[in-house]
């Protein structure tokens, strides 16, 4: 081919196309940014909140043992907030992740094992954490009463 | 008395010795080093404070290692081909005056970063114009073209002024730390590209446009670095022109 025959392109010639970025789910990375962007300021008043009121308000870091955490759990508001606030930040983290394997790990199958075991850790967690907050009992009957919840003693 | 042309001595500019570190490379090797083989070799060259690298680099390709490859074509910052790394940060070779260097150590030279290097300071342009050529950067309009010119208020034209300020020199996408690690994110430039037509009053394809860019390897995988608006040698508010693609993305305005 010389410069003068029809298919002459002038121009370096394109090697293979590089960005073969399917449009598989349009707007996806979109929805990411915005979640990013929505939960990180809920993530600052839960934790900012969560951290004051266990450690400033009434005996500060000294009053935290069984007892407290049970007597918390108590609480639907607090049960829900704790669920929240473990939701939120293992999917904001989680999310988060996503875009650092998706930066560096190149090769298709290290992406996919690796966003495999970040899906199962991130789901894993929120599944075994939710249990906790939503079926946990305050006052087990063969536990030592010392560490109950003064509440505990009306419930026996 | 003022300066005459009888007292050259008045505002003269010392001459000094300057040490330039250079990362090289040879497609063909050499008994040293292997074929790609990055190393690093330096060069003393006796220049004027006020001097350019860009000059430092000619005194050495045309005074003491011919082999020495670079890109340059106008020389004064306009062409935008003397992209490179120098002292760490991406800079035009024309347009970075030693004095601003602090002379007195080596001054270190790389090829930009995320290119392939085909050779010392010459990296494939390609992947970059590939990424440009994707947003589409030529007026699109729809129905007969006017017989006179496309008429646009001053403040129509101040939205998309700043990018329309761009060389395509790379110095913004190869400070970029994802474009670094990612391989397939457009790159600051190309969305300053699309930037300035987006925002063009008298352009129709801003939609097609900014769905190419809400793809994958669009606009979402900047993570507002910063590195990109430091760069520019042109001054372009590169950060803020993705935040604006970005905000037209996400209200749907433009
Ligand atoms: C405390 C309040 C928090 C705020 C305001 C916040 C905000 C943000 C924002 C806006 C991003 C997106 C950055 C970008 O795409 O440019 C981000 C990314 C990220 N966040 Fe958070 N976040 C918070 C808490 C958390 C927590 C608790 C975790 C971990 C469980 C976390 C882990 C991550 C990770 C891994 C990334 C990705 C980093 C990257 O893109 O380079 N963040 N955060
Ligand atoms: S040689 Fe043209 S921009 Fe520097």
New interface residues.
């Given amino acids: 081919m010389t410069a003068s025959s029809p298919e002459f392109v002038p121009g370096?010639k394109?090697?293979e196309?590089?960005?073969?970025?399917?449009?598989v789910r349009?707007?996806?990375?979109?929805w990411?940014?915005?979640f990013m962007r929505l939960s990180g300021p809920v993530l600052v008043v839960l934790i900012l909140t969560h951290l004051f009121v266990n450690l400033m308000t009434g005996d500060g870091i000294s009053q935290i043992d069984f007892a407290f955490v049970a007597g918390k759990w108590a609480a639907p508001l607090w049960q829900w907030w704790d669920f929240l606030m473990l939701a939120l930040a293992m999917l904001h983290g989680g999310n988060g992740m996503r875009?650092l394997i998706?930066?560096?790990a190149?090769r298709a199958w290290l992406n996919k094992t690796l966003h495999g075991a970040l899906g199962v850790a991130v789901l894993g967690i929120i599944v075994l954490g939710s249990l906790v907050i939503w079926t946990f009992d305050p006052c087990p009957i063969d536990a030592d009463p010392s560490l109950l919840p003064s509440f505990c003693e009306d419930v026996r | 008395m003022t300066a005459t042309a009888e007292s050259p001595a008045v505002g003269e500019v010392q001459a000094m010795l300057v040490t330039l570190r250079i990362l090289r490379s040879k497609p063909e090797g050499s008994d040293d080093h292997a074929p790609g083989e990055q190393y690093w070799q330096e060069f003393q060259v006796e220049a004027h404070a006020t001097d350019r690298v860009l000059d430092a680099l000619h005194k050495i390709k045309w005074e003491q290692d011919g082999s020495l490859a670079f890109r340059r074509s106008c020389a004064h910052g306009v062409c935008g081909s003397d992209a490179m790394r120098i002292n760490a940060r991406n800079r035009l070779a024309c347009k970075t005056l030693l004095k601003d260097l602090n002379p007195a150590k080596p001054i270190i030279v790389e090829p930009i970063k995320g290119l392939p290097v085909e050779k010392d300071l010459i990296v494939d342009m390609?992947?970059f114009f590939?990424?440009y050529r994707?947003i589409m950067p030529f007026l699109m309009t729809t129905g007969n073209a006017p017989t006179r010119e496309r008429l646009q208020s001053p403040e129509e034209r101040a939205r998309f002024d700043d990018t329309t300020k761009c060389i395509m020199c790379a110095a913004c996408t190869t400070s970029c730390p994802?474009f670094w690690?990612?391989?397939?994110y457009?790159g600051p430039q190309a969305i300053v590209g699309a930037h300035r037509f987006i925002f063009d009053s008298r352009d129709e394809g801003q939609w097609d446009r900014l769905?190419v860019l809400?793809?994958?390897?669009?606009v979402?995988?900047c993570?507002t670095a910063f590195n990109c608006t430091e760069a520019c040698p042109r001054g372009i508010e590169v950060t803020k022109a993705i935040s604006e693609v970005?905000k037209a993305?996400?209200t749907g305005a433009i």
């Avoid at chain 1, 196309?17 to 449009?23: A, C, H, K, N, Q």
């Avoid at chain 2, 690690?181 to 397939?184: A, E, K, L, N, S």
């Fill in positions: 370096p394109i090697k196309p590089r960005i073969v970025s399917g449009r349009p707007g996806a990375e979109q990411s940014w915005r875009l998706n930066d560096y190149h | 390609e992947p590939a990424s994707e994802v690690t990612d391989g397939q457009f769905e809400n793809d994958k390897a669009g979402w995988k993570r970005k993305l996400t």
